[in-house]
């Protein structure tokens, strides 16, 4: 079941990644909570700490003006009002940061009600015996009473029963913050130990089931690997046998060639042969319609004879071994044109020649083609004055394209389809003479070198062939 | 011997040996020319054997005009058993044929030919080969003492 291996592989995926993953995130999400209950706690056993630090401040005001208010009435020295005054001074704000550090407690609204109102009575009596002793009245007796000290005395219990209690909190918060943090350590370990062993199990699994999974793969890939040899052996066994019937073939067809070459040739020769004959030994017996008909007859075998020729070469440019070594089109095309003028040193021909053009592929099959196109630019420059031939090469999207040009009578462009198929000739045999294989063997020899002929051409105003050539196949 | 060494010619179709031999005579060309017309009879006629025994004495042709394809023995086996007898190694021999396989050139100049020449289907071309190979080969071209015999 190849088709569902990805969704299973997902699906692996999923629970060896995912569910890991998540479960850390909120163990993470768990311990922040923790630890954030852990810090508050801190905050709050800080918090009372503060508070204990306040009452104490508050209380020691207090002493100092009540110790600063004895000392004066009793010298009568001003020096022993000013820690008096200045206690004075402070206790407002030291009562209101103590009021401060309280917030949030559950008894505070109580206690501070109380402490204030204790504080101003005090404060109302400490005036009543500045006054009294400023105006020289009875001041000592009031301090005799001893109405000061149950003030002060109840200020200080209720200062107490809240040190008390704020102390007995502090402690309590301590205690509550060791416990959340040793929670948290315990917790966060266990939780650690947990996550890590469901790792381990989950990857020990997912292990288990990869190696599986791996050794179905290795089995499902070495049976292909053996199908695939199998059906490499097939076709090897396949290409060996059409190989062998290919070859059979070629032989075949090459002994077909050889006798058309042996044996359509000798009748050939013998009509030609007896026709001269008869010419010579029976001449003056012979009608002059005999004579024109033995003529006939004589070019006949003739023209049958360059058929025979141009179709051997034709099935041979087919057939042959391509060679592969660096040939000078250049010189080549210099050596076909020089033939072409010894064969008719009477025409009048400008050819240009773009020297030092170079090919890979089979010299005997490259003199062939350039035969051929520079034969027919030759052939169909024959009725024009000023006859023009060129061969030179143009680079078109990097590749070298080769290109024989002549200013002759051209071809009408519809029929540019059959140009390069045997036996399809652009014009009358009675105008040009040619057996109409040339450009058939001419794009044989371009295709044997994986190349690409086409032609373009204006009736009455020249043809122009432009092939590549790559290095021949072998 | 008395008079000019002969020409053998083998070649199996009599067209071409009408052929042949009226281009020789049109050529200029007078050595008797004697026609075997397969492959087993020439080499009989060049070792003087079977129905050329008689010949045991005569002296080799001076040319031997030989086609390929022939029935029996074909011509490069004709070829390869004249090159390889001492008596008949440096006998001048012409491959004439029709063939313009590059196979049968390189075949027949591995086995020793003096020359190649394909029979043109022109009559009037095939009567100038002729007169060119008659010129050089019975006229200009100077053989080995005693044809190679030993």
Redesign the interface.
């Known amino acids: 079941m190849p088709e569902t291996e990805p969704r299973r592989f997902r699906h692996l995926l999923l629970r060896a990644v995912l569910l890991p993953l998540g479960l850390l995130l909120l163990l993470a999400g768990i311990l922040m909570g923790a630890v954030g209950g852990l810090i508050q706690a801190q905050e709050e056993a800080r918090h009372s700490q503060e508070a204990l630090t306040r009452l104490e401040r508050v209380r020691q005001l207090l002493i100092d003006r009540e110790t600063g208010l004895r000392g004066y009435l009793l010298t009568g020295k001003p020096a022993f009002l000013a820690p008096y005054q200045s206690a004075g001074q402070m206790l407002p704000s030291a009562v209101e940061a103590l009021e401060h550090s309280l917030a949030g407690e559950p008894e505070q609204r109580a206690w501070m009600k109380a402490l204030r109102e204790r504080w101003r009575d005090w404060e109302r009596f400490a005036d009543e015996e500045l006054s009294l002793f400023h105006q020289g009245g009875d001041w000592l007796a009031v301090v005799r009473s001893g109405a000061g000290k149950i003030r002060m005395d109840a200020i200080r219990a209720t200062l107490d029963a809240v040190l008390a209690e704020t102390r007995q909190r502090a402690t309590l918060r301590g205690l509550e913050a060791e416990r959340a943090g040793r929670t948290v350590l315990v917790a966060g370990g266990l939780w650690t130990l947990a996550v890590g062993l469901l790792l381990a199990w989950f990857s020990r699994r997912q292990l288990i089931l990869l190696a599986r999974e791996y050794g179905a793969s290795l089995a499902r890939v070495s049976a292909q690997a053996d199908a695939l040899r199998a059906s490499e052996a097939r076709l090897e066994s396949r290409v060996a046998q059409r190989t062998h019937e290919l070859t059979a073939a070629n032989k075949e067809l090459e002994s077909f060639s050889y006798s058309v070459s042996h044996d359509l040739r000798s009748p050939l020769r013998a009509i030609d042969g007896f026709a001269q004959a008869l010419l010579e030994d029976e001449r003056p017996r012979l009608s002059p319609e005999g004579l024109r008909l033995l003529s006939r007859l004589q070019a006949a075998a003739t023209r049958m004879g360059q058929l025979i020729d141009d179709l051997l070469q034709l099935s041979r440019v087919t057939r042959a071994e391509v060679q592969r070594e660096t040939v000078d089109l250049s010189a080549l095309a210099t050596s076909v044109l020089h033939e072409l003028r010894q064969r008719e040193p009477a025409r009048d021909v400008t050819c240009t020649l773009q020297p030092g053009l170079l090919a890979r592929g089979d010299p005997r099959l490259f003199r062939v083609l350039l035969e051929n196109l520079l034969g027919n630019a030759w052939k169909f420059t024959s009725k024009r004055s000023g006859a023009h031939i060129e061969f030179f090469s143009e680079t078109v999207e990097g590749v070298p394209h080769y290109v024989v040009r002549d200013n002759g009578v051209g071809f009408d462009m519809a029929y540019a389809g059959k140009l390069f198929s045997p036996f399809q000739r652009m014009h009358k045999p009675s105008d040009f003479p040619g057996t109409g294989i040339g450009l058939a063997t001419v794009q044989r020899i371009v295709h044997r070198h994986r190349g690409e002929i086409s032609a373009q051409a204006t009736p009455g105003a020249g043809a122009t062939f432009r092939f590549t050539l790559q290095e021949a196949q072998a | 011997m008395n008079g000019p060494r002969s020409i053998l010619l083998v070649e199996d ?1 009599p ?2 040996v ?2 042949t031999r ?2 020789f005579r049109r050529a200029g060309l007078t050595q008797p020319m004697e026609v075997v017309e397969d492959g087993v009879e020439a080499l009989d006629y060049l070792f003087a054997r079977g129905a050329h025994a008689h010949r045991a004495g005569e002296p080799l042709p001076a040319l031997v005009l030989l086609d ?2 022939l029935p029996r023995l074909d011509g490069h086996e004709v070829l390869r058993q004249i090159r390889a007898d001492a008596r008949t190694r440096f006998l001048p021999v012409v491959i004439l ?6 196979k049968d050139l390189v075949e027949s100049y591995s086995h020793g030919c003096n020359s190649y020449v394909r ?6 071309e ?1 009567v100038e080969a002729a007169r060119q190979l008659g010129v050089y080969w019975l006229v200009l071209n100077r053989a080995p003492p005693a044809g190679g015999r030993a």
Do not use: G, W
Not at chain 2, 97 to 102: A, R, V
Not at chain 2, 119 to 124: D, E, G, M
């Open positions: 179709n067209d071409d009408d052929l009226r281009a390929l394809k044929t029709s063939s313009d396989e590059e029979k043109p289907v022109s009559y009037n095939f």
